[in-house]
Nanobody, 112 residues
Framework: QVQFVESGGGLVQPGGSLRISCAVS????????MAWYRQAPGMQREWVAR?????SEIYADSVKGRFAISIDNGKLYLQMNSLKPEDTAVYYC????????WGQGTQVTVSS
């Protein structure tokens, strides 16, 4: 069982930036790829970005060119730029595959 703790969310105006982070209870970064997911109000949870164990990054079309996933000193990050209202969601981190042990997520609200 792995624990995921997301943090750094908040309220930001359209066009703004935010960086959220994910702390993991044990070192799994070199075993599994990691990913960010999000769940908007009334919607299913969806995949946003992944970083594979080899370091390559892949993004959903909706965030490509605006978001960047990274790993630094044992934590997973998501840099979000040029934020849009449709980015409003609860953001979660997890494994890239065989997802389980969901954390509480961190709320990101993009609004004027």
């Amino acid at each position: 069982q792995v624990q995921f703790v997301e943090s750094g969310g908040g309220l930001v105006q359209p066009g703004g930036s935010l960086r959220i982070s994910c702390a993991v209870s044990e070192d799994i970064f070199r075993i599994y790829g990691m990913a960010w997911y999000r769940q908007a109000p009334g919607m299913q949870r969806e995949w946003v970005a992944r970083i594979l164990s080899g370091g390559s990054e892949i993004y959903a079309d909706s965030v490509k060119g605006r978001f960047a996933i990274s790993i630094d000193n044992g934590k997973l990050y998501l840099q979000m730029n040029s934020l849009k209202p449709e980015d409003t969601a609860v953001y979660y981190c997890n494994r890239d595959r065989n997802v389980r042990d969901w954390g509480q997520g961190t709320q990101v609200t993009v609004s004027s």
